[in-house]
T-cell receptor, first 116, second 111 residues
């Protein structure tokens, strides 16, 4: 049981480049999210999804796209990287209780992205 | 999600019990209270979740008074390895809810 797998673990991009951060979970979780965490800060929500084919914006969506074509995968795309997107990115997933309440998130180990 | 207020940082010593309180005055009837722990360079880890009274697991206890306007995470006999950031989240977490983290409480355990 791998849980939530994020790739790559480290990445350096040049300003203006695009890339996709991968996130996959094997727990059949309906709910998946992407967060970014800057030094000394809490986590800020970028995008989230409540199921395949459904995505929505979080607190800081600008400059990022997501899609959810399967339950397992939730990739995050940086369209044109900027130094302000230097951060650690975490993907998380959660099951939904019968009443629709989350039992609790499972987080991936993160992707450390540097944009120069 | 309901707004939460928790201390920015706390210090304690090994072997002591640590209590971190979270205030959530506008908690709604359907809201749950969830705590996460984050070590440096790792993603947060779910610790405990509760609705009312007391919940205990192998890691921590969660105390919720009758009015549910606050909650206390209790860590028994802490060790240096409990040094981490602890986040309190409150919300009904329905299907379409955003899950927003605050800045959390930085707990520093001293030898």
């Amino acid at each position: 049981n791998a849980g939530v797998t994020q790739t790559p673990k480290f990445q350096v991009l040049k300003t203006g480049q695009s890339m996709t951060l991968q996130c996959a979970q094997d727990m059949n979780h309906e709910y998946m999210s992407w967060y970014r965490q800057d030094p000394g800060m809490g986590l800020r929500l970028i995008h989230y999804s409540v199921g395949a084919g459904i995505t929505d914006q979080g607190e800081v969506p600008n400059g990022y796209n997501v899609s959810r074509s399967t339950t397992e995968d939730f990739p995050l795309r940086l369209l044109s990287a900027a130094p302000s997107q230097t951060s650690v990115y975490f993907c998380a997933s959660s099951s939904l209780r019968l009443a629709g309440y989350h039992y609790g998130y499972t987080f991936g180990s993160g992707t450390r992205l540097t944009v120069v | 999600l309901a707004k939460t207020t928790q201390p920015i940082s706390m210090d304690s010593y090994e072997g002591q019990e640590v209590n971190i309180t979270c205030s959530h005055n506008n908690i709604a009837t359907n809201d749950y209270i969830t705590w996460y722990q984050q070590f440096p360079s790792q993603g947060p880890r779910f610790i405990i979740q509760g609705y009312k009274t007391k919940v205990t697991n192998e890691v921590a206890s969660l105390f919720i008074p009758a009015d549910r306007k606050s909650s206390t995470l209790s860590l028994p006999r802490v060790s240096l390895s409990d040094t981490a950031v602890y986040y309190c989240l409150v919300g009904a977490l329905n299907r379409d809810d955003k899950i927003i983290f605050g800045k959390g409480t930085r707990l520093h355990i001293l030898p």
